[in-house]
């Protein structure tokens, strides 16, 4: 079996786990916290990895400016992603972002000159119209038709980046080790996500208005927590929704998804080092998929018969490219 497939593969283990534990906390505490808290427990773990492996920040300017970059996209990816995780439903949020691996493979062909077969794009194509199927609600017609979840933009944005930062690690890899990428890049997202957190904590001090949340947001969870109980989860007559505190479980969750979330880093980046920039994208696209499966099976909630045509057409599409 190559090396790419079972580098991709590991990586959307790690990270189809990681969406449930970051899904459940969000709906705790919020999105932004969650966020920041996971990747201050993933940069602080691959400072570790790389101190005891002797491995230094990158001095290249190239190849610290593009893991910067690499960082700021995953900043930006992983907010979105969690966001529209906890405004949900989970299963479309996750169906929506799984599309990332068909963008990362026209992408890696546009601008690294990668091939990709007749058989291959039409797998693309495929794939394409089964996420705008999972992703869109008929109600009757065209006048009808709307986005299934406020989730979606947030997915759509969420895919786009994470496209964007496999596109960019794969090309900063070639001028440096993939460890070094890597501690770039997640300090770097980490740095950020704590300026972000700052801000917001900034401009939504006060006593009755938590953290990013909005009355429209209130409402959302106020329905897609209904199968998650928690004490901490109420809407005040205010319609502002206060999200709760942090918990012995919310910690182990953010805990638990930084390390997973590291762990799928290491493997994808050291796919890209080694393999094809398509196959590892597109096989670390199949992350969201164990997602869906534990909220269908284990969270109660369902996908429109529209929704599992189109999810079946992502299926049959990823296996298309994935076709030599």
């Not at 009755?208 to 109980?229: G, Y």
């Amino acid at each position: 079996m190559p090396i790419g497939f079972l580098a991709g593969l590991g990586a959307a283990l790690s990270w189809g786990t990681l969406d449930v534990l970051s899904a459940l906390a969000s709906r705790r505490i919020g999105s932004l916290e969650v966020t920041t808290g996971i990747q201050i427990v993933a940069a602080a773990l691959v400072v570790a990895i790389a101190a005891a492996t002797g491995t230094t920040f990158p001095t290249d300017p190239f190849v610290l400016i593009g893991s910067a970059f690499v960082g700021a996209a995953g900043a930006g990816a992983y907010l979105s992603y969690f966001t529209g995780l906890r405004i949900g439903p989970i299963a479309v949020v996750s169906g929506m972002v799984a599309a990332y691996g068909g963008l990362t493979v026209v992408l890696a062909v546009v601008i690294r000159g990668e091939s990709l077969s007749t058989v291959q794009a039409f797998g693309a194509t495929i794939a394409t119209v089964g996420v705008i199927l999972t992703g869109v609600a008929f109600g009757g017609g065209l006048r009808g038709t709307k986005l299934a979840s406020p989730g979606v933009a947030f997915a759509i944005i969420a895919l786009v980046l994470f496209s964007a930062m496999a596109l960019g690690t794969d090309i900063v890899i070639d001028r440096a080790g993939w460890l070094q990428v890597l501690l770039a890049s997640k300090v770097t997202n980490a740095v950020l996500s704590v300026l972000i957190l700052v801000l917001a904590l900034t401009a939504f001090r006060g006593p009755a208005r938590p953290l990013l949340v909005s009355s429209a947001e209130a409402d959302a969870e106020a329905s897609s927590v209904s199968a998650l109980p928690s004490p901490h989860n109420s809407v005040t007559g205010s319609g502002v929704s206060r999200v709760g505190r942090w918990d012995g479980r919310v910690v182990a969750f953010v805990v638990l998804a930084g390390v997973l979330d590291i762990a799928g880093l290491m493997v994808f980046a050291f796919g890209l080092e080694v393999a094809e920039t398509w196959l590892v994208g597109l096989v670390s696209s199949f992350g969201p998929a164990v997602t869906i499966v534990v909220a269908v099976a284990f969270l109660g909630e369902r996908l429109r018969p529209i929704q599992w045509v189109g999810m079946a057409g992502i299926l049959v599409g990823m296996i298309a490219i994935a076709l030599p």
